[in-house]
């Protein structure tokens, strides 16, 4: 590895909230906490409509006047996972904030984000036969065949990249021999002192 970088001891999960906000839970038996794969698009409609937590205000005067809370809203939660333009994330977060985005609005562009989304998985799951299922289950050998497009390296020993003496016994020599010679160069008066001790 030419530049190596320390491994993360630890790696930073985000996941997506239920329909009722932070407290709530995603399950299979409450049909009402998450957007399912195979939900229909009036599901999706009624789901964020009905039961999603929203950041919004008490009523539309209080809203227009302190704005919403778009980290606790869960439209907009979803937002940030599904829309991929981040652009238009922060302008959502910014006309929230300052109320000229009511709830219902956030929501709808949540509703049209998650309908499209599901919409699209729902196509190409509609595409994988029981034939395809069986392919990509079945056991096979993996067979290694190496690279097929090799690119050869020009590499030279770091020695000579560094311009050090060659030594005629040796040829190049270690990285521990190459160290001290390297330390000859730079430091050549305390390796004398050295050697003359």
Known sequence: M????????LIHSKFLTALQGAGGKMSASDATS????????????????????????????????LGGMPDVDVSFQYLTYFL???DEIERIRAAYESGEMLT????KK???VMQEYVAGFQERRAKVTDEVLKAYMTPRRLI???????VKQDVEPPA?????P???????RGMSDMGAQIAEMVYPTKMDKVGEE
């Open 166 to 172: 060659k030594r005629p016994s040796y040829g190049y």
């Open 104 to 107: 219902g609005e956030m929501k």
């Open 34 to 65: 998450a957007i399912f794969m195979n939900d229909k698009p009036k599901e999706i409609q009624k789901k964020i409509n009905k039961y999603a937590f929203s950041g919004g205000r008490a009523t539309v005067e209080e809203h227009r006047e």
């Open 110 to 112: 949540c509703i049209d």
């Open 160 to 164: 000579k990249r560094l311009g050090l």
């Open 84 to 86: 991929e333009d981040d």
């Open 144 to 150: 290694w065949r190496g690279n097929p497009n090799p």
């Open 2 to 9: 030419k530049n190596p970088s320390p491994k993360p001891a």
